[in-house]
């Protein structure tokens, strides 16, 4: 409609007018909306690096041996750190990967080598359900599986709770790689008069045995900062302790605790903490990321 | 296509001559074996289930389904009802995705058709380690970092210029709904980004150049070739971030206040489904405490459950249809 407000002295003109002001529109809302996309990506990565300025600053400067090597000190100290919470941490995810890992793998194995039937479908279905299932909803399972009848709060319990957690992962993550192997090589393997157990072990899960190794690592480096199943089956506990049917600290709920407490100094640990579960599961991101970039 | 005939090739080394007695026993063991993980697998869900319906009777039996609408919970009279943790729940999330999708589609949209290689494999590399980052870190950051600056500056502006809607009335606190929908925002962006990449790199060239040869700008090519397009992919991306922000724990604890009220302000603290299991749980001695909260949990996986077959089926459909237009 504004077209006609432009001057216009003879038919050739203003039609050339006409297009020359819908297309300065057009190049401008092009200019506008391209501009928006840019604004909206740096506002997608903006709190990541506040997340890791943060992380790194405060965390960093908190950060010093007595974290490692001390269990906490009562309230109103200064010093102590997180001994216990870290080895608990260590603990409880070993526990867990023990159990869930080779749980997940024998899974995916059957998914790849045997799951066009009905159970196999079934069994996608299960998994995926599983994957979606907010992981507080786990902890309440592995209370009530574990901390109800034994009437304590438990380190098996909390590794119950992230094994059941990292099982449909690796499972997916096993298939789909199982998957990638053409099906000439375990024809060829069968082709030799191997028996097929021997066909799957030797020759398909041992030629993705690494790309299944980096999906396990990245369930573990998940499980490893899960703080909501763990509040009520692991618990916490303010001393080192390594009997597993006691509470076990963890680094993620310790941080919780801390970073809730009115205590400056609690904060200044829970920084601390933060820092070093963040390079650790970075670090274990990172190295996925090598190993796939070199395998490509 | 050479997938189907090898899966037949596969099928007659099967069910060839070779007959069961034949079969190694290793085989069969081995087979036997794997069978039973997987039924395993299925039982745990089913446990799972089942356990989550038995923590929860006694709650449903006391007060009925009545529960899932009652506004009031507590625990010192032992009253409980759901109602303010649905709502907290909805409205942190919608929160949420109102803020995430347009950020998403953005940062999907200029990654995948706007930025030059290099820059973007950085940055979707930067997008995908905000999902790396454990949820209470973000927790962490959000009390000590996010909920002042929201107190101090962005409570304050919004309150002064748009004081009259009810949304963003009231006193700044800095930890309540807006932080939570905030947290949550930056905590579904990558989830909803990645499979808004996916789907986007998945539209063919063709359709592109196509726009591009009639004269089409570069926004408006992405506008007709690539969001009309991906349309039912990106509402599937969308449902699939709300699934996550739902069920989100430990972040939204964190920040949003932990108070079992409706407020229609933003800035009033709230409590959503997973966080008031968070926040009650370890802590609850009555046994009706502890099944209301596994009810409210059981209700919370029921949600979860809906909403991602939900996005499945968008997805499936959009799947299946572009098969069908390949053939």
């Known amino acids: 409609m504004e077209v006609s407000l432009q001057p216009a002295a003879h038919t050739t003109g203003r039609l050339r007018d006409r297009l020359s002001f819908r297309d300065f529109g057009r190049k401008w809302k092009n200019r506008g909306m391209r501009l928006l996309l840019l604004v909206m990506a740096i506002a997608a990565i903006a709190p990541l690096l506040s997340v890791f300025i943060y992380v790194f600053q405060q965390g960093g400067s908190s950060l010093n041996w007595s974290f490692f090597s001390e269990v906490p000190v009562p309230v109103g100290e200064t010093g102590g750190g997180m001994l216990n919470a870290w080895v608990g941490t260590v603990t409880i995810v070993l526990m867990a990967s023990v159990v869930g890992i080779p749980w997940g793998i024998a899974a995916g194995i059957y998914l790849s080598e045997y799951g066009k039937g009905k159970l196999g479908n079934v069994l996608r279905f299960a998994t995926d359900i599983l994957t979606s299932v907010p992981s507080i909803i786990i902890g309440l399972f592995a209370y009530a599986i574990i901390v109800v009848p034994l009437k304590r709060f438990s380190a098996h319990a909390g590794a119950a709770a992230l094994a059941v957690i990292m099982v449909p992962f690796v499972t997916r993550t096993t298939e789909e790689l199982l998957k990638l192997v053409p099906n000439h090589v375990r024809e060829a393997g069968l082709a030799l008069g191997l028996p097929r157990w021997k066909v799957v072990l030797w020759i398909v899960l041992r030629g993705s045995a690494g790309g299944i190794m980096t999906g396990v690592m990245l369930a573990v480096a998940r499980v490893a900062g899960e703080t909501a199943p763990l509040l009520f089956t692991a618990f916490g506990n303010r001393f080192l302790s390594l009997s597993l049917d006691q509470p076990m600290a963890t680094l993620p709920v310790q941080i919780y605790t801390y970073a809730i407490s009115p205590y400056e100094e609690w904060h200044r640990q829970a920084w601390a903490g933060a820092f070093v579960l963040v390079i650790f599961v970075f670090t274990l991101n990172l190295f996925t990321r090598l190993i796939m970039a070199r395998r490509r | ?327």
């Open chain 2, 1 to 327: 296509m050479s997938k189907a005939v090898a899966l037949e090739v596969s099928q007659t080394v099967e069910a060839g001559p070779v007959k069961k007695r034949d079969l190694h026993l290793g085989d069969r063991v081995f087979f036997w074996i794997l069978r039973g993980v997987a039924t395993s697998v299925i039982l745990l869900l089913a446990a799972l289930t089942l356990y989550l319906f038995r923590l929860s009777i006694p709650a449903f039996q006391t007060f009925g389904a009545k529960f899932l609408i009652s506004l009031e919970w507590n625990p010192v009279s032992e009253v409980f009802g759901a109602g303010p943790f649905i709502y907290g729940t909805v409205v942190s999330s919608l929160l949420a995705l109102c803020i995430s999708v347009p950020v998403s589609l953005g940062v999907s949209l200029f990654l995948n058709e706007l930025a030059p290689k290099k820059l973007a494999d950085t940055m979707g590399f930067l997008v995908e380690m905000l999902a790396a980052i454990p949820s209470v870190v973000y927790g962490l950051w959000g009390i000590f970092v996010l909920a002042p600056w929201l107190r101090t500056t962005v409570q304050p502006l919004l309150g002064k210029t748009f004081g009259f809607i009810p949304l963003f009335q009231g006193p700044p606190f800095g930890v309540g709904m807006l932080a939570a929908g905030l947290v949550l925002a930056i905590m579904i962006t990558p989830t909803i980004s990645a499979i808004c990449k996916e789907v986007f790199r998945a539209i063919p060239d063709h359709q592109r150049e196509a726009s591009l040869a009639l004269g089409a700008t570069r926004w408006e090519m992405i506008h007709m070739s690539v969001i009309q397009t991906a349309r039912s992919g990106i509402l599937g991306a969308v449902i699939l971030g709300l699934g996550r922000a739902m069920g989100e724990t430990m972040a939204v604890t964190m920040v949003i206040g932990n108070r079992a009220e409706i407020d229609i302000s933003l800035f009033a603290p709230a409590q959503t489904m997973a966080s008031v299991i968070a926040n009650e749980y370890a802590e609850a001695s009555s046994q009706i405490h502890l099944s209301s909260l596994a009810a409210v949990g059981l209700s919370l996986f029921v949600v979860s459950l809906l909403i991602n077959a939900m996005a499945r089926f968008v997805v499936h459909r959009v799947d299946s249809r572009s098969a069908k237009a390949a053939h």
